[in-house]
């Protein structure tokens, strides 16, 4: 939520049945939903969310509206293998400046060719689910950006 407006990224019922089927959740249009508080609180009560906040500059936010506003111009395809929910909000974070550190591979070169693990900046959030970027935002280096973390749900 910014500035009392939830942004959320989402497949399309294309078959219009109500629910999101396999095809829909791997391959359908993506559709940017923009609703207020009360909007987002009526269409998904009973719903779980987590939600946290993020600490960045007025230039980053506005960069951040600026990226969300885009993909709900040109949403792509929908994939919880790709373009997601999770991946949009991490890829407009990492397009709005937002550092966000991550745990893999480092090389190193001195006395060798050898590859250990450690904190490294994320590069996008493709293939990120909702724990799974939870998990990132909680490791070192992320608390001070990222506070805060929330799980309830919608009333």
């Keep these: ?8 990224y989402y497949p399309t019922d294309e078959n219009g049945n109500g629910q999101f089927d ?17 909007e987002f609180s009526d269409a998904y ?3 779980a969310v ?8 007025n230039s980053q936010a506005g960069d951040l509206l600026k990226i969300l506003n885009t993909v709900a111009q040109s949403p792509g395809i929908y994939s919880l293998a790709g373009n997601n929910c999770t991946s949009v909000a991490i890829n407009a ?8 550190n991550s745990f893999g591979p480092i090389k190193v070169m001195a006395g060798g060719n050898n590859t250990i693990f ?6 996008n959030g493709y293939g990120f689910s909702p724990s799974g970027f939870m998990n990132t935002i909680q490791q070192y280096g992320n ?3 990222f506070y805060n973390p929330t799980h309830f749900y919608v009333k």
């Design 143 to 145: 608390q001070e950006i």
């Design 93 to 100: 974070l990492i397009g709005a400046g937002v550092h966000i």
């Design 1 to 8: 939520m910014i500035d009392g407006v939830v942004y959320g």
């Design 22 to 38: 396999v095809n829909e959740l791997f391959n359908s249009k993506g559709q940017m939903h923009i609703n207020t508080e009360s």
């Design 118 to 123: 450690g904190i490294v900046p994320l590069q």
């Design 50 to 57: 987590t939600s946290f906040d993020v600490k960045i500059s």
């Design 45 to 47: 009560s009973g719903n």
